[in-house]
C-alpha cells in the first residue's frame, strides 16, 4: 500500500488539474452545453473501449485478472447515451487527436507490458465511482440530460463505494511488480491524468475558442 500511497501523494498535483481545468471544469460549473457533453462521453467512450478490450485480453495475466471488473466497465453505457442523444449521427463524429493518442498508448501498453494497463483502468473507474454521485444532478440541471442518457453513471453491483474502493486498492500489493515496473507504473498513473488532462482542455478549446 505504501507504493500506491506514494504514487497518490505524488500525482495529487495532477489530480487536481484533470478535475480542475478545461472542459470538466466548465461542465461541472454549468457554463458548457449539451453538444460539448455529447461530444466529451463520445471521446471516453473510445478510451473505455480501448481499456475494456486490453483487460479482456489479458485476462488470463496474473497480474491483470484481479483488475478485470466487469461491473465497472462503462463502454458499454456510455454508447447506450450516445445513441439516445445523437442516434443515427453517432457514425458522423470524429475523436480529437488527444484521445486517439491515448487509445494508441494503451494499446501499445497492452502488448509491451500489459500490467500497466491497470494504471488506465485505476484512474477511470474509481473516478466514477465517485463521479458517478454528482454529474447526474449537473447533467439534468444545467444540460437537461434526461434519464435515459445517464447510463454512464449506474453502479450496479458495487455495493458501499469505500469498502469497494479499499477492496481494488488491496489489488495492487498482489501485482509483485519488481522495481523496474514500479517505476513504469509510476511514470504511466501520470501519463493517464495528462492524457485526461489534453482532452479535457482540448475539447474545452475546440468548442470555447479565446
Not at 487509445?103 to 474509481?126: C, D, G, N
Not at 511488480?177 to 482540448?202: D, G, K, R
Amino acid at each position: 500500500m505504501d507504493f500506491m500511497v506514494n504514487i497518490k501523494n505524488n500525482t495529487e498535483a495532477l489530480h487536481l488539474a484533470s478535475e480542475k481545468s478545461g472542459f470538466i471544469k466548465r461542465l461541472i460549473e454549468g457554463k458548457a452545453s449539451k453538444e460539448g457533453y455529447i461530444e466529451y462521453i463520445f471521446n471516453l467512450h473510445a478510451m473505455y473501449k480501448a481499456i475494456e478490450d486490453s483487460l479482456d485480453n489479458n485476462s488470463n495475466h496474473e497480474g491483470i485478472k484481479r483488475f478485470v471488473t466487469k461491473e465497472l466497465y462503462k463502454a458499454d453505457y456510455i454508447r447506450k447515451d450516445l445513441e439516445v442523444l445523437v442516434g443515427d449521427k453517432l457514425s458522423e463524429m470524429k475523436l480529437l487527436p488527444s484521445t486517439e493518442a491515448c487509445v494508441a498508448r494503451i494499446y501499445e501498453v497492452s502488448k509491451e507490458h500489459p500490467e500497466l494497463i491497470v494504471t488506465y483502468a485505476y484512474i477511470r473507474f474509481i473516478a466514477d465511482l465517485f463521479g458517478g454521485r454528482i454529474f447526474p444532478g449537473i447533467l439534468t440541471k444545467y444540460y437537461n440530460i434526461s434519464s435515459d442518457a445517464l447510463n454512464y453513471y449506474n453502479q450496479p453491483n458495487i455495493g458501499n463505494i469505500r469498502d469497494y474502493v479499499m477492496e481494488y486498492h488491496i489489488n495492487f500489493d498482489k501485482l509483485n511488480l519488481s522495481e523496474h515496473m514500479q517505476n513504469l507504473f509510476a511514470i504511466e498513473i501520470s501519463n493517464v491524468y495528462i492524457y485526461n488532462i489534453a482532452i479535457s482542455n482540448e475539447l474545452d478549446a475546440k468548442l470555447f475558442p479565446a
